[in-house]
């Protein structure tokens, strides 16, 4: 009997070991880049981790004391919650302005409350976040390691041209513990580098549009650990799950258009940037301040499509039936000559 009962135990062990390696694919991580290395990364279009790269002295310095020292009185706009789970669709949090050092305390405790920050502009959503602009006391604590190949002039003249990246924004973004952050993609690639804490990332390629009941950019599902996600939405069975955990010091290579969702295991303090595409310099809308707009060729497609949409429902069902077929067969036909 109780050889029978260890035998299933290590079945169902290893169904479940099977199940998850199933369900979770593999983010590969790496030391030591070099440029041409890096640059062949980010053309394979999939995560990547990157440990321990020269991301300057905020890896050792940043803490509470040094912040004290620095910014204390400095004014941050934050989205407080009485869920760890921030949902964007539903808003299920309001906006509060803290001194940094107050909000630094409430964030790190545990009081029922649920804190983030996410850097923006000077004037409120019209400017793009910007350590250098927004905190300048602690901006050269951040540098980028030379295998970015950030270009060093500020207002560089020439983007769509010059062969070096172009940084779009850097964004602080500090959790409480717990708090994780709606599924969404951005139209920019970025880098998440983590700082303070742990950080669990799960994404999804951008194939799987059709399983995450997407809101515009955001997904509606919003706890992507319930155990009964299938019953509510049961295509997101079908998505190809990536997982890793950031500690300290990892920064992790998140390309555009992939969806991503993050939770901090621990309060935790990271930067990220975001930088452009020289392909789609004109190509992005210019009122984006959060790399998350959708292009602009993008937005006319979608507003020409309600049209059509609108004109094929006012016939009758069999013939809008047909005709919105006729449409969707054009539009696979489109997909499938895409290499
Ligand atoms: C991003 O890097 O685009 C994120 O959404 C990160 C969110 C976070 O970790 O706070």
Request: a negative charge; proline letters at 4%.
């Given at each position: 009997?109780?050889?029978?009962?260890?035998?299933?135990?290590?079945?169902?062990?290893s169904?479940?070991?099977?199940?998850?390696?199933?369900?979770?694919n593999?983010?590969?991580?790496f030391e030591?880049?070099?440029?041409?290395?890096?640059?062949?990364?980010?053309?394979?279009?999939l995560?990547?981790?990157?440990?321990?790269?020269?991301?300057?002295?905020?890896?050792r310095?940043?803490?509470?004391?040094?912040f004290?020292?620095?910014?204390?009185?400095?004014?941050?706009?934050?989205?407080?919650?009485t869920?760890?789970?921030?949902d964007?669709?539903n808003?299920?949090?309001?906006?509060?302005?803290?001194?940094?050092?107050e909000?630094?305390?409430l964030?790190?405790?545990?009081?029922?409350?649920?804190?983030?920050?996410?850097?923006?502009?000077?004037?409120?959503s019209?400017?793009?976040a910007?350590?250098?602009?927004?905190?300048?006391?602690?901006?050269?604590?951040v540098?980028?390691?030379?295998?970015?190949?950030?270009?060093?002039?500020?207002?560089?003249?020439?983007?769509?041209?010059?062969?070096?990246?172009?940084?779009?924004s850097s964004?602080?973004?500090?959790?409480?513990?717990?708090?994780?952050?709606?599924?969404?993609?951005?139209?920019?690639?970025?880098?998440?580098?983590q700082?303070?804490g742990?950080?669990?990332?799960?994404?999804?390629?951008?194939t799987?549009?059709?399983?995450l009941?997407?809101?515009?950019?955001?997904?509606?599902?919003?706890?992507?650990?319930?155990?009964?996600?299938d019953?509510?939405?049961?295509?997101?069975?079908?998505?190809?799950?990536?997982?890793?955990?950031?500690?300290?010091?990892?920064?992790?290579?998140i390309?555009s258009?992939?969806f991503?969702?993050?939770?901090?295991?621990?309060?935790?303090?990271?930067?990220n940037?975001?930088?452009?595409?020289?392909?789609?310099?004109?190509?992005?809308d210019?009122?984006?301040?959060?790399?998350?707009?959708d292009?602009?060729?993008?937005?006319?497609?979608?507003?020409?499509?309600?049209?059509?949409?609108?004109?094929?429902?006012?016939?009758?069902?069999?013939y809008r039936?047909?005709?919105?077929?006729?449409?969707?067969?054009?539009?696979?036909?489109?997909?499938?000559?895409?290499?």
């Amino acid at each position: 009997m109780e050889s029978f009962f260890s035998i299933s135990c290590v079945h169902v062990f290893s169904v479940l070991i099977v199940l998850f390696m199933k369900m979770t694919n593999h983010i590969e991580t790496f030391e030591n880049l070099t440029s041409d290395k890096f640059d062949s990364l980010v053309e394979q279009d999939l995560p990547f981790i990157i440990r321990q790269a020269a991301f300057g002295s905020c890896l050792r310095n940043w803490n509470k004391d040094y912040f004290g020292q620095k910014i204390a009185s400095k004014q941050v706009s934050v989205h407080v919650s009485t869920s760890p789970l921030l949902d964007f669709i539903n808003k299920n949090f309001s906006y509060c302005v803290y001194d940094f050092i107050e909000f630094l305390k409430l964030c790190s405790e545990e009081n029922g409350l649920y804190y983030y920050l996410r850097s923006i502009g000077n004037h409120s959503s019209k400017e793009i976040a910007n350590l250098s602009e927004q905190f300048p006391e602690i901006a050269n604590d951040v540098e980028y390691p030379e295998f970015i190949n950030f270009c060093a002039e500020e207002n560089c003249p020439n983007e769509n041209e010059c062969p070096n990246r172009h940084l779009f924004s850097s964004v602080l973004r500090i959790s409480s513990r717990n708090l994780s952050i709606w599924t969404h993609y951005d139209v920019m690639e970025n880098i998440l580098l983590q700082i303070i804490g742990r950080k669990k990332v799960i994404l999804f390629p951008p194939t799987d549009a059709p399983f995450l009941y997407l809101k515009g950019d955001k997904s509606e599902i919003i706890d992507l650990e319930a155990h009964d996600l299938d019953k509510k939405y049961p295509m997101f069975n079908n998505a190809t799950r990536y997982e890793c955990i950031l500690e300290p010091g990892d920064s992790l290579f998140i390309p555009s258009m992939w969806f991503h969702n993050t939770k901090a295991l621990e309060y935790s303090i990271g930067v990220n940037f975001f930088w452009k595409n020289p392909q789609l310099i004109h190509h992005y809308d210019r009122n984006d301040f959060y790399g998350n707009k959708d292009l602009k060729l993008a937005t006319h497609a979608y507003v020409n499509l309600d049209k059509a949409l609108q004109h094929l429902n006012k016939l009758p069902d069999k013939y809008r039936k047909f005709y919105i077929s006729m449409c969707i067969a054009k539009l696979n036909k489109s997909l499938k000559s895409i290499s």
